[in-house]
């Protein structure tokens, strides 16, 4: 089946979102199977911060060696130029000179889990929401770190609780829409994934979903 056209994801979006109501208060193969679980497929890869300059990062973080704000955006960099050992490696690093800095575990999750470290991302995660439960991007990391754990229902909590805090977050919703499908709640899926494709017509993550539960 190939993939809907503009026009035809324009009226499933109207048609699912006059038929069904909105879930959230506030607004195939084995390779699928685990991106499905993981939610790192597609664009997931590129991650929520950006990619900083890992020249700039480096040189910030070997002038101040004991920041560990420092430290955190090289491991980030580091990640995001996919060199998952050194990143790990530096985010150890900020969190040993400041344990309460909640981003550095929460990358330290994502980039865990990259690597396919599964129970300690979950670990890691869930002590980034436990140090500050009002970012959304915690809970977006700590539902994929479920999700890969075999938890479902626990992601799908997650999910919902980063959209409460942030109703716009596209990746959220897509990865709602995502353990919503592997719980076998497609109408909901349907739903989540349509309001995720409102948000950014491009995610082909979104439409390859949504083409799979249309069929």
Same mark, same amino acid.
């Given at each position: 089946m190939k993939l809907m056209c503009a026009a035809v994801r324009a009226g499933l979006i109207l048609s699912l979102a006059a038929s069904i109501a909105p879930i959230l208060c506030s607004p195939a193969g084995a390779k699928d199977k685990k991106e499905k679980q993981e939610g790192r497929a597609g664009s997931w890869k590129n991650g929520a911060q950006g990619s900083p300059s890992l020249d700039a990062c480096k040189k910030r973080a070997e002038e101040h060696p004991q920041d560990a704000e420092a430290q955190n955006d090289l491991g980030w960099a580091l990640r995001q130029n996919g060199d998952l050992k050194a990143a790990e490696? @530096? $985010?150890?690093?900020?969190? @040993?000179?400041?344990?309460?800095?909640?981003?550095?575990?929460?990358?330290?999750? /994502? /980039? $865990?889990?990259?690597?396919?470290?599964?129970?300690?991302?979950?670990?890691?995660?869930? @002590?980034? /929401?436990?140090l500050d439960g009002k970012q959304a991007i915690y809970h977006s990391v700590l539902g994929n770190a479920l999700s890969a754990n075999g938890d479902t229902k626990g992601a799908?909590?997650?999910?919902?609780?980063?959209?409460?805090?942030?109703?716009?977050?596209?990746?959220? $919703?897509?990865?709602?829409?995502?353990? $919503?499908?592997?719980?076998?709640q497609q109408t909901e899926a349907k739903v989540v994934l349509s309001q995720a494709l409102a948000l950014d017509p491009g995610d082909d993550r979104v439409v390859k979903l949504l083409d799979q539960l249309m069929k």
């Open positions: 490696v @530096k $985010l150890r690093e900020s969190i @040993k000179l400041n344990p309460s800095l909640g981003y550095a575990h929460s990358n330290l999750s /994502v /980039v $865990l889990l990259d690597g396919g470290q599964k129970p300690e991302a979950l670990t890691e995660a869930q @002590k980034a /929401v436990a799908i909590n997650e999910y919902k609780s980063a959209l409460l805090i942030r109703p716009d977050y596209e990746n959220a $919703l897509y990865n709602l829409g995502r353990v $919503l499908d592997l719980d076998g």
